[in-house]
């Protein structure tokens, strides 16, 4: 049986400046989410997705990783594109959206001030990580969304950070099953600045494809 894994609570108090902030919004915005964002797709897929934590206004909204703004429609539609998500993606979450072989999660489960976790907050929520990748049986894939998710995937599977470098468009073989796969993350500042192209972006999501394909 599938063993679903351990996810913080509703009100997880594990870090008080997120716990904070997290009440703040309550107040401000009722009907928002304002609480730990689960992961979307099938545990018994073969690829795994770490972005950085829910955007103020995107999953921290919606209650979806990346569902309603900029990083989010740069990566579903690149996931619709290469067959790794079916259906119309909308920006509220209101759709009927299917990922396909692959499923997202968040390396920071709640939405730290400015994008940016501290390294204690990173640390307090690292065993939700752990406990995701333990309960996909069948991953040969995890894709970290930058310097952020590959450090925290790399110490979920008991490794140095400094064990592999991260770089965009970089393959490691972190056991002898599972690759870390590694993209700049796809937000809008890096988008701005062209640090990411979507041509990039794509080429990580065709790179993993033939991964798949040939294994
Ligand atoms: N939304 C998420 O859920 N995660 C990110 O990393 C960015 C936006």
């Known amino acids: 049986m599938m063993t679903v894994p351990a996810a913080p609570s509703r009100d997880c108090p594990l870090c008080p400046r997120l716990v904070a902030f997290r009440h703040r919004w309550r107040q401000k915005e009722p009907d928002w989410q304002n609480a730990p964002v689960n992961s979307f797709g099938d545990l018994n897929t073969q690829v795994l997705i770490v972005g950085l934590a829910p955007g103020l206004r995107g999953a921290n909204r919606t209650g979806r990783p990346f569902t309603g703004d900029w990083a989010g429609d740069l990566l579903y539609a690149t996931l619709i594109s290469r067959g790794f ?128 394909d040939a294994s």
């Open 85 to 212: 998500a079916s259906g119309a993606y909308d920006r509220h979450g209101d759709d009927d959206l299917t990922l396909l072989d692959c499923r997202i999660t968040n390396a920071v489960r709640c939405v730290p001030p400015e994008n940016k976790p501290t390294t204690a907050e990173s640390k307090a929520c690292l065993p939700f990580l752990s406990a995701e990748i333990a309960a996909m049986p069948n991953l040969k894939i995890i894709l970290s969304l930058g310097g952020l998710s590959h450090g925290m995937v790399l110490s979920a599977l008991g490794h140095k950070k400094s064990a592999f470098a991260f770089g965009h468009g970089r393959m490691h073989a972190v056991t002898d099953t599972l690759l870390l796969a590694n993209s700049y993350h796809c937000s809008r500042y890096n988008t701005n600045t062209g640090r990411l192209t979507a041509d990039m972006f794509d080429l990580v999501f065709r790179k993993i494809r033939q991964h798949l």
